[in-house]
């Protein structure tokens, strides 16, 4: 099987051709003129103005949004969208909180960094897990990889992915990746996928608890689209030993066999919290549950030997009208009694909300769909564009926010915006 190409049976719906675009003028949050990653990129900006060179991509999120949704294919939108009440919330919920700025707080240095299960990030952003990635661009989940590898920021790979998750970390060298699982009905594809994943290098398993089942999706049943059905997204699944030891052929002689017998296993509702027993006997990394909304389930995870929580709707994909992952942070946050770390994932399109969402209790975000956005207008350039226009907003707004670091936020940093 060519390694430049997504695995799977049938061609992925392809994306527009890709905007050229160059490489950031710095690599790393930390390597900037006069020590700030952000006045760097904004100077860089500038100069290129006068020589008339204007930004490839859109730098305002909005702007961003509507840029790639002109090149996608109709099937790409509606995959990637949501359900239109609970995708708003997010978004409400984080206009819902105004920073409050501080002056003359002596913000000259600024450290974005993080710490996480003890390893040190550059920033307190990590890559969402987005599945069927080929399906916006060819290089799909490669591309996305090696342009977070340019700032060391973590992915998380997702299960349903184009490639194979050892194809995308070959590109990462050392840069950190977490592994994100869909629990099939197949333990045995579970403990060897989860296996593969500690291989690989990755140095967290982020368990979704959401997607046990695929939602109503309006926008997908109107299209008849799921690129499952054509085999696209399933290359983790067709790479595994023990998901070929299931099948009579193997996926390369009977593709179609091998689409029947994932969609045959994906669906798993019977999934209970004595389940997590299992999955904590097989894997000495941390695992975090992905999905989180109520007080009481985080407090159930932590009785099952939970080491993190993700505070998250599946970016507003899964349940109409389900509360915004921002609104229900807190009480997590609170459940959680700081005995481990709680992420925020869904709604995130700026550094304001990073701010918001730290101060407001978590050690980290998940950045989703922006990052889609700049692999389909640019491919791993685009990717690398958007990752770093975010670092650099985040370091320029948390200085004029009055704060050298994330340490420094809490809750007071906020107040409730006028309605």
Same mark, same amino acid.
């Given at each position: 099987?060519?390694?430049?190409?997504?695995?799977?049976?049938?061609?992925?719906?392809?994306?527009?051709?890709?905007?050229?675009?160059?490489?950031?003028? &710095?690599?790393?949050?930390?390597?900037?003129?006069?020590?700030?990653?952000?006045?760097? /990129?904004?100077?860089? @900006?500038?100069?290129?103005?006068?020589?008339?060179?204007?930004?490839?991509?859109?730098?305002?999120?909005?702007?961003?949004?509507?840029?790639?949704?002109?090149?996608?294919?109709?099937?790409?939108?509606?995959?990637?969208?949501?359900?239109?009440?609970?995708?708003?919330?997010?978004?409400?919920?984080?206009?819902?909180?105004?920073?409050?700025?501080?002056?003359?707080?002596?913000?000259?240095?600024?450290?974005?960094?993080?710490?996480?299960?003890?390893?040190?990030?550059?920033?307190?952003?990590?890559? =969402?897990?987005?599945?069927?990635?080929? @399906?916006?661009?060819?290089?799909?989940?490669?591309?996305?990889?090696?342009?977070?590898?340019?700032?060391?920021?973590?992915?998380?790979?997702?299960?349903?992915?184009?490639? &194979?998750?050892?194809?995308?970390?070959?590109?990462?060298?050392?840069?950190? %990746?977490?592994?994100?699982?869909?629990?099939?009905?197949?333990?045995?594809?579970?403990?060897?996928?989860?296996?593969?994943?500690?291989?690989?290098?990755?140095?967290? @398993?982020?368990?979704?608890?959401?997607?046990?089942?695929?939602?109503?999706?309006?926008?997908?049943?109107?299209?008849?689209?799921?690129?499952?059905?054509?085999?696209?997204?399933?290359?983790?699944?067709?790479?595994?030993?023990?998901? %070929?030891?299931?099948?009579?052929?193997?996926?390369?002689?009977?593709?179609?066999?091998?689409?029947?017998?994932?969609?045959?296993?994906?669906?798993?509702?019977?999934?209970?919290?004595?389940?997590? %027993?299992?999955?904590?006997?097989?894997?000495?990394?941390?695992?975090?549950?992905?999905? !989180?909304?109520?007080?009481?389930?985080?407090?159930?995870?932590?009785?099952?030997?939970?080491?993190?929580?993700?505070?998250?709707?599946?970016?507003? /994909?899964?349940?109409?009208?389900? !509360?915004? =992952?921002?609104?229900?942070?807190?009480?997590?946050?609170?459940?959680?009694?700081?005995?481990?770390?709680?992420?925020?994932?869904?709604?995130?399109?700026? =550094?304001?909300?990073?701010?918001?969402?730290?101060?407001?209790?978590?050690?980290?975000?998940?950045?989703?769909?922006?990052?889609?956005?700049?692999?389909?207008?640019?491919?791993?350039?685009?990717?690398?564009?958007?990752?770093?226009?975010?670092?650099?907003?985040?370091?320029?707004?948390?200085?004029?926010?009055?704060?050298?670091?994330?340490?420094?936020?809490?809750?007071?940093?906020?107040? %409730?915006?006028?309605?």
């Amino acid at each position: 099987m060519n390694d430049n190409q997504p695995h799977g049976v049938g061609a992925p719906v392809q994306a527009s051709a890709p905007v050229q675009i160059s490489a950031p003028a &710095s690599g790393t949050a930390s390597a900037s003129a006069a020590g700030s990653f952000g006045l760097a /990129r904004q100077s860089q @900006i500038f100069q290129d103005g006068l020589k008339g060179v204007l930004p490839a991509l859109p730098v305002d999120p909005q702007a961003l949004e509507q840029a790639a949704q002109a090149v996608m294919t109709p099937q790409a939108r509606g995959y990637l969208d949501g359900m239109p009440g609970t995708m708003r919330a997010n978004l409400d919920a984080f206009a819902a909180w105004n920073i409050v700025p501080r002056m003359l707080r002596g913000v000259q240095t600024r450290d974005l960094g993080v710490t996480l299960f003890g390893r040190q990030y550059p920033a307190p952003v990590l890559l =969402a897990p987005i599945g069927v990635q080929s @399906i916006v661009h060819p290089e799909g989940e490669k591309a996305v990889a090696r342009a977070a590898a340019t700032f060391g920021l973590p992915v998380v790979f997702s299960t349903a992915s184009s490639f &194979s998750l050892e194809q995308t970390a070959a590109g990462m060298g050392d840069s950190p %990746r977490w592994f994100q699982l869909y629990w099939s009905k197949s333990q045995a594809f579970n403990a060897s996928v989860v296996t593969r994943a500690e291989a690989a290098g990755c140095e967290a @398993i982020v368990v979704t608890l959401d997607t046990f089942m695929l939602a109503w999706r309006p926008l997908d049943l109107q299209n008849a689209y799921l690129p499952f059905m054509q085999g696209v997204g399933l290359a983790n699944y067709f790479s595994d030993p023990a998901f %070929r030891a299931e099948l009579a052929e193997p996926p390369e002689q009977n593709p179609q066999a091998a689409v029947r017998h994932f969609l045959g296993i994906f669906n798993n509702p019977a999934l209970t919290w004595d389940d997590l %027993r299992w999955l904590r006997e097989r894997t000495k990394l941390p695992i975090l549950l992905k999905g !989180i909304l109520h007080p009481d389930d985080a407090r159930c995870s932590l009785d099952c030997g939970i080491d993190g929580l993700v505070v998250s709707n599946h970016g507003g /994909r899964q349940v109409e009208g389900a !509360i915004s =992952a921002l609104d229900a942070l807190p009480a997590v946050i609170e459940a959680a009694a700081g005995r481990v770390p709680v992420l925020l994932d869904s709604g995130v399109r700026r =550094a304001s909300d990073v701010i918001k969402a730290r101060a407001l209790g978590a050690q980290a975000v998940l950045l989703g769909r922006p990052y889609l956005w700049g692999l389909a207008l640019g491919g791993e350039a685009g990717v690398r564009e958007v990752l770093g226009n975010l670092l650099a907003d985040l370091d320029l707004t948390l200085g004029l926010s009055g704060y050298r670091n994330f340490a420094e936020l809490d809750r007071s940093s906020l107040v %409730r915006a006028a309605r």
